[in-house]
């Protein structure tokens, strides 16, 4: 893990412990207990979504009322879990899938309306991200052993209906070093991964890499040092040919299905997470404020100053909800411009 992330961590984990009160409107309470927000997750018919929290806990809320209707452990059997890391819902919204640190780590599917386990794919002691293929019929899950610059990261490949594992990615120090992001593109042909110096795309019939997406290291000019640049979120758009991803201080957008790089958004911070608007016109990123950016220009539509670390559009492109501390942000989007062509990299 780069050093820059590293110490942007540090001030989220610092203070989304006591801030969540003190920042804008649009904020609703996410838990009686007040726990951070670690993940957001829209179900695909936009009448709910989940919030990961630490302890092993899920809140499914109401979209409608902006309201929490279901709170569980996610490992009830095992006490105090650290972290629900990702989520993702299944194309049909009939399942949750957490990744989470938990007694060696695993990738947990739930019932999203009871809370109940409906199975349990085995994973490694940092369960980081998960994603759904578009079809529902596998499920991608990534992790990391160890940590820093010495840390083995992989992303496992699960059949969902068999719990079989059809394929495993592994390297200590390369391609999937330090996981942090995964996204399958609509099609479902290509899986992106977010790690250390880079993002990789991979084709999902053989598994085999298809692009290295080289993003330069970062100059730390104030501590004297050059830090690797750690990619820490990738997003497909809803169109599926282009690929956003976000590290130290710049989102880049790509074609996902020729490598090159399309755009650069530079001064964007250090987006932690990305996610595009249904229509692939705008981009929301999370780099402790939520930023909304034109797509076609490159240009910040609009900035909302708080604590974000995970941002998740709505499927039917009317909100934004984003982790403000440990309160639920919610930021109703600009409307967006008519078009949705990127301004070529220049």
Known sequence: MCLHKKIIG??????VLIAGEFWPAHTVSSQEDQRPILSIAWKPDGTEFATGHPGGKVTI????TRQPRLTFD??????????????????????LAAAASLGGGSVRLLDPTTGALLATFKAETLSTAVAWSPDG????????????????????????????????ILNGGGDTSNVSDLSWSADGSRLACASINWAVIWDTATWETVFTLEHPATRLDHLGLEATNSVSAVAWSPQGSRLATGDADTIRIWDGFSGEL???????????????????????SATLDVQIWDVATGQLVEEFPGLAGVVA??????????????????VIPPTPAPTSTPTPHR
């Open 61 to 64: 809320w109401d979209a409608a």
């Open 262 to 284: 399309l755009a650069t958004f530079d001064n964007a911070g250090h987006p932690l997470s990305l996610t595009w608007s249904p229509s692939g016109t705008q981009l929301a």
């Open 137 to 168: 019929s596998l499920l991608a899950g990534g992790a990391s052993r160890g940590l820093g610059f010495i840390s083995e990261g992989w992303v496992r490949i699960w059949d969902v209906a068999t719990g079989q594992v059809v394929a495993e």
């Open 313 to 330: 559009w709505s499927p039917d492109g009317t909100q934004i909800v984003y982790n403000d501390g440990s309160t639920l942000g919610i």
């Open 74 to 95: 996610v490992a009830p059997d095992y006490p105090g879990a650290l972290a629900v890391s990702s989520l993702a819902w299944s194309p049909d919204g009939s399942t």
């Open 10 to 15: 540090c001030v989220i984990v610092l203070v």
